[in-house]
């Protein structure tokens, strides 16, 4: 079992940037993948970003692709979410998630576990 909480969320102007950050716990979370997702009032979860347990394999969604970097910290069992240049689109509620199988995953279904979520709000 994995617990993950995500804190960093807020409000923010465009053009301004936020650090997201995931805790893990569990005795195995640092093997774990790890990816971002958003979901915007009235719309479905859609996927952020995703990074390899090792770091080594990092994906993203063309909106976000030269703004947001995904980085993990296994030792400390974090995976972070730094976002710049936000635009008022990208607010959404985040969540963390944790996929248990190895290989990329951009789908809701394909992972295990979440975190309840933090608000980020982008003014314009």
């Known amino acids: 079992q994995v617990q993950l909480v995500e804190s960093g969320g807020g409000l923010v102007q465009a053009g301004g940037s936020l650090r997201l950050s995931c805790a893990a716990s569990?005795?195995?979370?640092?093997?774990?993948?790890m990816g971002w997702f958003r979901q915007a009032p009235g719309k479905e979860r859609e996927f952020v970003a995703h990074?390899?347990?090792?770091?080594?394999?990092?994906y993203y969604t063309d909106s976000v692709k030269g703004r947001f970097t995904i980085s993990r910290d296994n030792a400390e069992n974090t995976v972070y979410l730094q976002m710049n240049n936000l635009k008022p689109e990208d607010t959404a509620v985040y969540h963390c998630?944790?996929?248990?199988?190895?290989?990329?995953?951009?789908?809701?279904?394909?992972?295990?576990?979440w975190g309840q979520g933090t608000q980020v709000t982008v003014s314009s």
């Open positions: 998630a944790a996929k248990r199988t190895s290989g990329l995953g951009i789908s809701v279904n394909d992972y295990d576990y």
């Open positions: 569990g005795r195995t979370a640092s093997s774990y993948a």
């Open positions: 990074i390899s347990w090792s770091g080594g394999r990092i």
